[in-house]
C-alpha cells in the first residue's frame, strides 16, 4: 500500500501562482511514477502532469504545459505540482496518484495508476 497526501491548495487571483505537494508513504517511492491529475464541477477527471520514478522524465497535459511543473524528491518521498499564471479554468481539486514502474500503464491514462490521494481544492478568481 501506498497512501498519498496533497496539500498547498487554495485560493488564488488568476495570474497568480501556487505550489502543490503531495508526501507519499508506505513504499519504496522511486518505484513509481507519480501523475497529477484535476477535475472540476461537472467535468470528466483531466490529466495534469506525470513524471517518472528517476525523475528523468515528465509529460504534461495541453492545458497545462508551459504554466505548470511538475517535480519530485525521492529522499523526502514527495512529489511537486509548481502552478504558474493560474487561470480560472484551472480551478479544480486537484489529485496526485502513484503508477508502479512496473505497470507499463499509458501515464495520462488515471485507470493506470495504482494509488490515489484525497485531493487538494485550488480555486483561481478571475
Known amino acids: 500500500q501506498v497512501q498519498l497526501v496533497e496539500s498547498g491548495g487554495g485560493l488564488v487571483q488568476a495570474g497568480g501562482s501556487l505550489r502543490l505537494s503531495c508526501a507519499a508513504s508506505?513504499?519504496?517511492?522511486?518505484?513509481?511514477?507519480m501523475g497529477w491529475f484535476r477535475q472540476a464541477p461537472g467535468k470528466e477527471r483531466e490529466f495534469v502532469a506525470h513524471?517518472?520514478?528517476?525523475?528523468?522524465?515528465?509529460y504534461y497535459g495541453d492545458s497545462v504545459k508551459g504554466r505548470f511543473i511538475i517535480s519530485r524528491d525521492n529522499a523526502k518521498n514527495t512529489v511537486y505540482l509548481q502552478m504558474n499564471s493560474l487561470k480560472p479554468e484551472d480551478t479544480a481539486v486537484y489529485y496526485c496518484?502513484?503508477?508502479?514502474?512496473?505497470?507499463?500503464?499509458?501515464?495520462?491514462?488515471?485507470?493506470?495508476?495504482?494509488?490515489w490521494g484525497q485531493g487538494t481544492q485550488v480555486t483561481v478568481s478571475s
Open positions: 513524471i517518472t520514478g528517476s525523475g528523468a522524465t515528465t
Open positions: 508506505g513504499r519504496t517511492f522511486s518505484n513509481y511514477n
Open positions: 496518484a502513484a503508477q508502479s514502474i512496473y505497470n507499463y500503464g499509458t501515464y495520462y491514462v488515471g485507470g493506470s495508476y495504482n494509488y
